[in-house]
């Protein structure tokens, strides 16, 4: 065998082996591609109904936040109401409240000065025609 046979020899050697590795590489790859999309359909198939149901609970709770702020409306035309309906109960009895409290104290207290004073019993007087009787004055009018 001459160096060129025995060269071209080690060359389709290293091209076999080389070949052999790179089929290797490629049934590998091929394994991995065929786990990946296996993955990617399992993911798909889960994936879509989750989806859809995440669809539906958002709907839904868009449909609840409508309410809420419906019923937050009506709570505060609600309140402004009650608070104009207070306002006008205070403007409307709040001052005869006031004067009917102021009456009745004014009452109270001058029966109950009335009832702590002592009963005075005027004195009788006597008259005596033609004479003025001592001590009595007689109380002018103002007028």
Known sequence: MTGGEVAGILVAVFWAILVAFLAVALARLAQTLKATTKLVADV??????????ASATVRTAQTQLERVDSIASDVQEVTSNASALSS???STFGGPLVKVAAFGYGVRQAMSRRSQEPQRVPAPRQVIVGRTVPGARRRKKKG
């Open 44 to 53: 798909t198939e889960q994936a879509v109904p989750l989806l859809a149901d």
């Open 88 to 90: 006008t109960v205070a």
